[in-house]
């Protein structure tokens, strides 16, 4: 019983800063910094990684699953020691917050990089194999959780795996919610918030910036 509730402990932080981070994003707030990560850098003709990988989603998920992961555990004090999370380990919650916000992040990176070089659009998909596009879609941030967890914390494997399984579910909640609202391109997202997913490299093929 203790694995799932301990599973769920790993979770919530990510999720309650994902659900956050949705709100930002749907009221527009902080649009100075929805800046893309890559500047509009090309590489063949093709963004390193698109208009929807922006500093604002890196400098809001780190802090908002810092903040969550340490109020989870100030709200899990009353509770049996089995249930609280992570028991018998001296470890700052905000520390292991904000190390899974910044793998939530860094796991995304290489997908939207190699996507881009396939020529698959920010939020576009591919008919041949787009399960397995999807598949990767919703599980590359929860990798990149798991990875960044490692360097902090060592749960059981089966808490890694009921985690990897919770947080692919939450992910996946949460990408259809995002295009429910029309925060996905293509979607009904406001064209003054994506910018342009190709710039001209005058044939050269070397990164350029606008």
Same mark, same amino acid.
């Given at each position: 019983?203790?694995?799932? %509730?301990?599973?769920?402990?790993?979770?919530?932080?990510?999720?309650?800063?994902?659900?956050?981070?949705?709100?930002?994003?749907?009221?527009?707030?902080?649009?100075?910094?929805?800046?893309?990560?890559?500047?509009?850098?090309?590489?063949?003709?093709?963004?390193?990684?698109?208009?929807?990988?922006?500093?604002?989603?890196?400098?809001?998920?780190?802090?908002?699953?810092?903040?969550?992961?340490?109020?989870?555990?100030?709200?899990?004090?009353?509770?049996?020691?089995?249930?609280?999370?992570?028991?018998?380990?001296?470890?700052? !919650?905000?520390?292991?917050?904000?190390?899974?916000?910044?793998? @939530?992040?860094?796991?995304?990176? !290489?997908?939207?990089?190699?996507?881009?070089?396939?020529?698959?659009?920010?939020?576009?998909?591919?008919?041949?194999?787009?399960?397995?596009? @999807?598949?990767?879609?919703?599980?590359? =941030?929860?990798?990149?959780?798991?990875?960044?967890?490692?360097?902090? @914390?060592?749960?059981?494997?089966?808490?890694?795996?009921?985690?990897?399984?919770?947080?692919?579910?939450?992910?996946?909640? %949460?990408?259809?919610?995002? =295009?429910?609202?029309?925060?996905? !391109?293509?979607?009904?997202?406001?064209?003054?918030? %994506?910018?342009?997913?190709?710039?001209?490299?005058?044939? =050269?093929?070397?990164?350029?910036?606008?």
């Amino acid at each position: 019983m203790t694995a799932p %509730v301990r599973a769920a402990w790993l979770v919530a932080p990510v999720l309650a800063a994902g659900l956050v981070h949705v709100i930002v994003l749907k009221s527009g707030v902080l649009s100075r910094i929805a800046t893309p990560l890559d500047g509009g850098r090309t590489l063949g003709g093709r963004r390193l990684l698109g208009p929807s990988k922006t500093w604002r989603g890196l400098l809001l998920m780190p802090p908002l699953t810092a903040l969550a992961a340490g109020l989870e555990v100030a709200l899990a004090r009353r509770l049996p020691r089995g249930l609280t999370p992570f028991p018998g380990r001296r470890l700052k !919650p905000w520390l292991l917050g904000g190390v899974l916000g910044l793998g @939530y992040c860094a796991g995304e990176l !290489p997908n939207s990089f190699v996507k881009r070089r396939l020529g698959i659009p920010a939020g576009g998909s591919v008919k041949r194999l787009s399960w397995l596009q @999807y598949t990767i879609d919703q599980t590359d =941030s929860v990798v990149g959780c798991l990875v960044a967890l490692r360097l902090v @914390y060592r749960p059981r494997r089966i808490e890694l795996l009921l985690a990897a399984g919770l947080g692919t579910g939450a992910h996946i909640a %949460v990408d259809r919610l995002m =295009s429910s609202i029309g925060l996905r !391109p293509g979607s009904g997202q406001n064209p003054s918030q %994506v910018a342009p997913s190709r710039l001209s490299t005058g044939g =050269s093929g070397r990164l350029s910036r606008p």
